[in-house]
């Protein structure tokens, strides 16, 4: 995928346990999305309530390129810029294959390059493209969210969002998603508010 392509967008494929209320101590039932980022979108089976405030943690690490094009060694016509990391939620064929990764939902960490990288500097923020789009709204439009918490260490990002009584909605931009591999895994619960 070139990062100047114009974005064909991937979805997240959901699979939700109902969400609920939550004060500190309390146990919370919490929802899980895990995205494999070849797949088409599919619906979700659970609303954010209106009104709510969710956490909405996100981790793992993906490739929108094919894994042909890494690694090929310092005289190939593919070169990696940066450093890739293994799939952190491989399929079983991925895990065989040794398959890496490049991006996670805020960076983009790896890519691979024609016969090199020039002046480019990784990691850097996906804001623009690639990363992580999140959709909570009736009309179904995607914003990238600043996340309010980040480990970049575990590839894991906190989000917080305001339910408005729709099915949450996940995607990243890529090109075409036939060669990509990786997925990410969302868990999603209402805001704790520490007891007094």
């Known amino acids: ?33 895990a995205y494999d980022s070849r797949s088409t979108e599919s ?20 490739s929108n390129y094919g894994q042909s094009l890494w690694n090929q060694g310092p005289k190939a016509y593919w070169r990696t810029c940066g450093v890739t990391q293994p799939i952190t939620f491989p399929t079983a064929a991925e895990r065989t294959a040794g398959a890496v990764a490049g991006a ?14 020039g002046n480019l500097v990784l990691p850097f923020t996906s804001e623009k493209s690639g990363g ?4 909570i709204n009736p009309a179904k439009t995607f914003y990238n969210p600043a996340p309010i918490s980040s480990n970049p260490a575990t590839n894991t990002y906190v989000y ?24 990410l895994q969302a868990t999603w619960a209402p805001t704790v508010i520490p007891s007094a």
């Not at 939550?22 to 919490?30: D, E, L, P, Q």
């Open 1 to 33: 995928m070139s990062l100047k392509k114009s974005a064909a967008l991937l979805a997240l494929s959901v699979a939700v346990i109902a969400p609920t209320t939550a004060s500190a101590g309390t146990a919370v039932v919490r929802a899980d999305v």
């Open 104 to 117: 996670d939902a805020e960076r983009i960490f790896a890519i691979p390059a024609v016969r090199g990288c």
């Open 132 to 135: 992580l789009r999140i959709s």
């Open 43 to 62: 619906n979700a089976v659970r609303n954010l309530a209106v009104g709510t405030s969710y956490d909405i943690t996100v981790k793992g690490n993906f």
């Open 160 to 183: 917080r969002v305001v339910g408005q009584g729709v099915d949450p909605k996940f995607r990243i931009e890529d090109g075409s998603r036939t060669d990509n591999a990786g997925r």
